[in-house]
């Protein structure tokens, strides 16, 4: 309970402020193409069951004659009640966490025309739960602005990569123990796609879906990001996304597709 109402606390203080900025006078200047934005999402669930969920990004974007670069931070980390075994083999529900997962990486294009670009990319991601403990990738590829307008934009970036990855422990039974097992890592060159699609429905309502592809023959990795803002103020706005990862090559007992759900406060900047 003192977790939810402080983080209540800080988002009625953090709107307060932003509703102060905007009602300022617009003062400002051309800062070379960047924007930015930043999400947070709290939830915590107390009585017939215990749970406690919480989620940020960070994004930074820059596009102006010569460049379009993007860099992102992602975490997301979940604790809930679960049934286990303890030492004397009875059963027993303890909280703990369930979810523990950050990734981060960065594009950098440089524009040879208005809609064409050559884009090198790189992204970590570690996942305690996931399919792979952590992947890492670089790439290089081609880039091209499709449409852009003052409500619709779609952009394509393709070309080859390298990829290394740790696939999760395994469990194995040694003298009747289970025991986790370390996997070797693994590395191969991929495919890298990405499909970028904005649209804006009303001026205070904008659909954003983001396609990530890295394919090799070894591993093949598919994310998809879908989201709806609605903007309160000139800066704030909350958003509704909706996130499905696929991973091809999974260790037993794991499942090959994750979702994600997610409804954020949404400060851009």
């Known amino acids: 309970m003192t977790k939810t109402l402080i983080a209540a606390a800080c988002l009625f203080a953090f709107a307060g402020v932003v509703q102060a900025q905007d009602a300022d006078t617009?003062?400002?200047?051309?800062?070379?193409?960047?924007?930015?934005?930043?999400?947070?999402?709290?939830?915590?669930?107390?009585?017939n069951s215990r749970t406690e969920n919480v989620n940020a990004k960070l994004g930074l974007n820059q596009e102006n004659e010569?460049?379009?670069?993007?860099?992102?931070?992602?975490?997301?980390?979940?604790?809930?009640?679960?049934?286990?075994?303890?030492?004397?083999?009875n059963t027993v529900d303890r909280f703990t966490t369930?979810?523990?997962?950050?990734?981060?990486?960065?594009?950098?294009?440089?524009?040879?025309?208005?809609?064409?670009y050559i884009v090198g990319a790189g992204r970590y991601e570690h996942d305690d739960f996931g399919a792979n403990l952590w992947q890492g990738i670089v790439s290089l590829g081609y880039g091209y602005i499709a449409l852009k307008n003052e409500r619709t934009e779609l952009s394509f970036e393709i070309g080859p990569g390298y990829k290394r990855y740790r696939p999760a422990d395994t469990t194995v039974l040694v003298n009747g123990v289970a025991t986790d097992m370390r996997q070797p890592t693994e590395s191969e060159l991929v495919g890298r796609g990405l499909i970028n699609f904005k649209y804006r429905l009303t001026?205070?309502?904008?659909?954003?879906?983001?396609?990530?592809?890295?394919?090799?023959?070894?591993?093949?990795?598919?994310?998809?990001?879908a989201g709806l803002?609605?903007?309160?103020?000139?800066?704030?706005?909350?958003?509704?996304?909706f996130q499905v990862r696929y991973n091809s090559d999974t260790q037993p007992g794991t499942q090959s597709t994750d979702t994600l759900t997610t409804t954020n406060l949404v400060y851009n900047f």
């Open 26 to 47: 617009d003062t400002s200047t051309d800062n070379g193409g960047w924007t930015g934005s930043g999400e947070f999402g709290f939830a915590s669930a107390r009585g």
């Open 66 to 89: 010569y460049w379009k670069n993007n860099f992102f931070l992602n975490g997301m980390r979940s604790k809930g009640e679960v049934t286990v075994l303890d030492a004397s083999g």
């Open 229 to 241: 803002s609605v903007s309160m103020t000139k800066k704030l706005a909350l958003k509704l996304g």
């Open 98 to 116: 369930t979810a523990n997962r950050y990734d981060g990486g960065a594009s950098v294009g440089y524009k040879l025309d208005p809609r064409s």
């Open 203 to 225: 001026d205070n309502t904008a659909f954003e879906d983001t396609l990530l592809v890295e394919a090799g023959s070894k591993n093949k990795y598919y994310q998809n990001d």
